[in-house]
């Protein structure tokens, strides 16, 4: 059986289509997000859905436990395999979540703190570097049951301690450094999968070239070779 660990970003909702058209659906899963979602609508669910893709749908929901369960239950029907909300929501809404997430054959994804976010502003905004923070996160993870997390890939060691049996989605995969990104903390492909991390969000570098299918594989080669 072929793996599928690489979900890719749909980033511009201008020029996405090409992406879908040379993309293999037996080998990825894609992203919609925020910004391609708020674009198109619901729209963009059917075109992925009808070149054969499963979805990471990452809203990020995030709201009081009714209106984010009864959210994700609109969205019965499409053929999302993962969708994420913010593990800050607390404890029912969590719970509200991942039971919603089932009605509609979901996995429910915890988002624990993004990954833009560096330790400055870490303690800016939960008043602890980031490794408390995200220590905090993951142990509700494990309290609520829910199905996996995302999290930036310098916390996939601290994840595989802490979360096990659980999915772990990582941002901020990139094929070298590069200092011009609004991720501050990356790491290249192989070196996530070795870590423990069960999917890995790419983005421009498949979706940015002029040949993504190359670009796609060549990345897809780097993780599984010898």
Do not use: W
């Amino acid at each position: 059986m072929t793996k599928k660990n690489i979900i890719v970003a749909l980033d511009n909702p201008l020029d996405y289509q090409s992406v879908l058209e040379e993309l293999d659906s037996n080998k990825c899963i894609i992203k919609v997000g925020s910004i391609i979602f708020n674009y198109h609508g619901r729209k963009i669910l059917d075109e992925v859905a009808n070149h054969g893709f499963e979805i990471f749908f990452d809203i990020k929901f995030h709201d009081i436990p009714n209106t984010v369960s009864k959210s994700i239950e609109s969205f019965k029907g499409y053929p999302i395999k993962l969708l994420t909300i913010h593990l800050s929501g607390g404890c029912s809404m969590i719970k509200s979540a991942l039971d919603s997430s089932k009605t509609i054959n979901a996995k429910c994804i915890g988002v624990s703190i993004l990954t833009s976010l560096n330790e400055e502003e870490s303690k800016e905004v939960y008043n602890q570097e980031i490794q408390k923070t995200v220590s905090s996160m993951f142990n509700l993870a494990n309290e609520t049951d829910i199905d996996g997390i995302v999290c930036s890939p310098h916390e996939l060691k601290l994840a595989g301690d802490l979360l096990q049996n659980k999915i772990k989605i990582t941002p901020g995969i990139r094929l070298s450094d590069s200092n011009s990104d609004d991720q501050s903390r990356v790491m290249k492909p192989k070196e996530a999968i070795n870590l423990g991390a069960t999917y890995l969000v790419i983005g421009r570098p498949i979706t940015s070239h002029k040949d993504k299918a190359l670009a796609f594989e060549q990345i897809y080669q780097s993780i599984y070779e010898e």
